[in-house]
């Protein structure tokens, strides 16, 4: 491990921590997986149904933890606040999950999968889990191939790939534009499988607001039956915290209105810790935002800049309709400033690039917040059904909610705020810093650094739940045989269903005027507009002081009318918007503490003609959080940090050139 001293906080208030270790397998990363897999202790199968195992979430990596655990013989409680398990959000991904394969001889490899990850990520990755990521890629195309997943095929009947940003081989696997659905029903299909064998039971309509912890160990969850609303206890061994991304947090995001913090956040301040809070990734092809009563913006697939081209007038202010304007007089800026990868480029890189013509006066569209992703060359080259063939049901969308054709007139998309690379942060088998709770999928972090490559969530969420929990979960729970769950009425229980009774009466008992939505609307402004796609210093201070006073005020002025005994939807907003109201004001916190640029995370005092400028002597570390009470009504923060080593990959700026 290398020398490590942190760098002073920026943050008032704030103070540092400990070095974390991440318990990576000394020695070479490209082992490092395959020697901690082969030392996991194991459970033996006449055992494994006295250990009861609550995991939050039926994703990809809820769904498939659970479903692969219900299968080696655990007793397995999976909750979610959806009506189904196949609602996840996991449904809504489109473009494709990568793989390094080797289907196209185009010269990919498990080390450039690991390469395009880590420099993706702009080196703020976990190195040794990338290589876990790349590794297990392959078993996850033939796991779902196996399972019931129609990927695309070649006339042949061999996998089909496309390409996606960051990235210069094809290596991304899909369905259409609907890759995450397919991959979402065949996860859920072997999830009813087992519940029908009775290993895996659902909690359906049931959302976890707190965790049971006995000894310093997670020992089960809390949650409240949205419809009835009966609070309840699940006691366990072990709990696996998969509730997807906070990207919500910004209000109108690519997510689903539904999607939330609150077990990452109620899990957060009993004690585990939360990485890179601020690393937030904005999608360049979202729609624009087109009023402001929206609830959330939509996505177009990254995969569809495999032909579309994107573009602005090269003309301030120009108004013409998009075909009146020749050629010569459009910017195609992603070509012109990164020729080699153009309109694949990164994520990250790609929405500045965007957000720059908008605010220079290039942006297009009724309120010329937009740019154009431009498929008509593609359309007159390939013939509309070709390019229909790939992408079929994102046209309908865009149909749906635009009006227009988008085989015809090119397509209007603007940044807008999609995944989290932070989250909990885990040690290399996926446990917190609370011993027994695990996190897998998008509500953890590490394998993307501050910037995720196109098509890696999908993979991450599966590697997870299908291929590392399965094995690291029992791993922990082998030293626990013969350990007894809680009783309900154990202190640890009646404690936690007491801090959730407490919650959900202070909620009701405000009697304000404002809605829980209301506030969520007034965050997501101000966190756009504070800890968006650049920061500055001044700017995430202020951010901090309108977040902390928009807490106040909805502590004064929120209403929640109705009772808790029943469907009340307007108090699970309103626990929701309690959290996220104070995740946000950590994320300003991380913002403003990591003083660099990198990846997504944009300092505007830390660039060099635009792009992102590393400080790796100060900042090549994962700033792992822990949040308390300051004992006057506010929050404290303590930075603690585990340092990156790169020894496979070796450390440059990121260049697209
Ligand atoms: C529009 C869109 C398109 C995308 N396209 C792609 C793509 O093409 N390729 C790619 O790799 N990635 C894509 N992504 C990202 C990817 O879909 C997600 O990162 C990934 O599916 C997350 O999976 P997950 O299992 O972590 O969480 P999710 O699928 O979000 O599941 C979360 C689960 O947790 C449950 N839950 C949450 N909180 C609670 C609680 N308190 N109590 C009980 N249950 C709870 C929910 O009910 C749900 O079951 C896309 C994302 C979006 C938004």
New binding site residues.
């Given amino acids: 491990m290398m020398a490590y001293t942190p760098p002073p906080s920026l943050v008032p208030g704030a103070l540092l921590g400990a070095s974390l270790n991440g318990g990576i397998p000394e020695g070479d990363p490209a082992t490092a997986w395959d020697r901690r897999r082969a030392s996991y202790k194991l459970v033996s199968p006449a055992n494994r149904k006295r250990f009861t195992i609550a995991v939050?979430?039926?994703?990809?990596?809820?769904g498939g933890v659970a479903a692969a655990l219900g299968e080696l013989g655990y007793d397995v409680h999976v909750?979610?606040?959806?009506d189904s398990?196949r609602r996840?959000?996991?449904g809504?991904?489109?473009?494709?999950?990568n793989a390094t394969r080797g289907a196209t001889v185009d010269g990919d490899s498990l080390s450039r999968f690991v390469t395009d990850t880590v420099k993706g990520g702009d080196f703020r990755a976990r190195e040794a889990e990338v290589f876990r990521l790349g590794e297990e890629s392959a078993r996850v195309i033939d796991h779902f191939n196996a399972i019931g997943a129609p990927f695309a095929r070649e006339y042949g009947g061999t996998l089909a790939t496309r390409s996606f940003g960051g990235v210069q081989v094809s290596r991304t696997y899909y369905t259409r534009g609907q890759?995450?659905q397919q991959l979402q029903l065949a996860t859920h299909q072997a999830l009813l499988r087992q519940a029908q064998r009775g290993t895996v039971k659902l909690h359906t309509r049931?959302?976890?607001l707190d965790l049971i912890i006995e000894d310093g160990q997670a020992r089960g969850v809390i949650?409240r039956n949205l419809a009835t609303g009966e609070i309840y206890a699940q006691p366990a061994h072990a709990v696996v915290i998969?509730?997807?991304?906070y990207g919500t947090v910004y209000n109108l995001s690519?997510?689903a209105v539904g999607?939330?913090a609150?077990?990452s956040w109620r899990a957060h301040r009993l004690g585990a810790y939360l990485a890179n809070p601020s690393m937030v990734q904005f999608h360049p092809t979202a729609l624009p935002v087109m009023n402001p009563y929206q609830s959330k913006t939509i996505?177009m697939?990254e995969s569809l800049r495999n032909d579309a081209r994107i573009w602005a007038p090269l003309l301030e202010g120009d108004a013409r309709m998009p075909g009146e304007i020749p050629e010569d007089q459009r910017d195609y800026f992603l070509e012109r400033k990164y020729p080699a990868f153009g309109n694949l480029s990164p994520r990250d890189i790609s929405s500045r690039a965007c957000l720059e013509q908008i605010a220079g006066g290039h942006g297009v569209g009724p309120l010329k917040n937009a740019v154009y992703l431009d498929l008509t060359a593609a359309v007159a080259k390939q013939g509309a059904s070709a390019i229909t063939a790939k992408y079929a049901n994102l046209f309908e969308m865009y149909r749906k909610s635009v009006g227009e054709e988008p085989l015809e007139v090119p397509m209007r998309i603007a940044p807008s705020a999609?995944?989290t690379m932070g989250g909990l942060w885990a040690d290399f088998d996926l446990m917190t810093s609370i011993p027994g709770l695990f996190v897998?999928?998008?509500?953890g972090f590490s394998y993307h650094g501050a910037n995720r490559l196109?098509?890696?969530?999908?993979?991450s969420?599966a590697v997870d739940?299908w291929f590392t929990l399965p094995l690291s979960v029992p791993n922990y729970l082998a030293a626990h045989l013969g350990d007894s769950r809680p009783a309900l009425s154990d202190p640890c229980v009646a404690d936690a269903v007491a801090r959730v009774a407490g919650r959900l009466d202070a909620l009701q008992s405000v009697g304000g005027k404002r809605t829980p939505g209301a506030f969520h609307h007034r965050l997501g402004e101000l966190m756009y507009e504070h800890c968006g796609l650049g920061r500055t210093a001044d700017s995430l201070l202020d951010g901090i002081n309108k977040v902390h006073e928009l807490r106040d005020e909805f502590w004064d002025e929120v209403c929640v009318p109705g009772g808790g005994d029943h469907f009340n939807v307007a108090l699970e907003k309103a626990g929701r918007v309690a959290d996220f109201l104070e995740l946000a004001e950590l994320m300003c916190v991380d913002a403003l503490d990591r003083d660099e640029s990198c990846g997504a995370h944009f300092r505007l005092e830390h660039e060099s003609a635009g792009e992102a400028v590393r400080d790796d002597e100060g900042w090549q570390f994962v700033s792992a959080w822990e949040t308390d009470s300051d004992g006057r009504g506010g929050l404290r923060f303590t930075r603690h940090a585990e340092p990156l080593e790169y020894t496979a990959v070796p450390i440059v700026k990121r260049n697209y050139k």
């Fill in positions: 939050v979430g039926t994703g990809l990596s809820g909750f979610t606040f959806h398990p996840a959000h996991s809504a991904a489109q473009g494709g999950i890759t995450g049931c959302e976890m949650v998969c509730s997807g991304g690519t997510l999607c939330n609150t077990a996505l697939s999609h995944f897998g999928g998008e509500a196109g098509a890696n969530s999908l993979l969420a739940g």
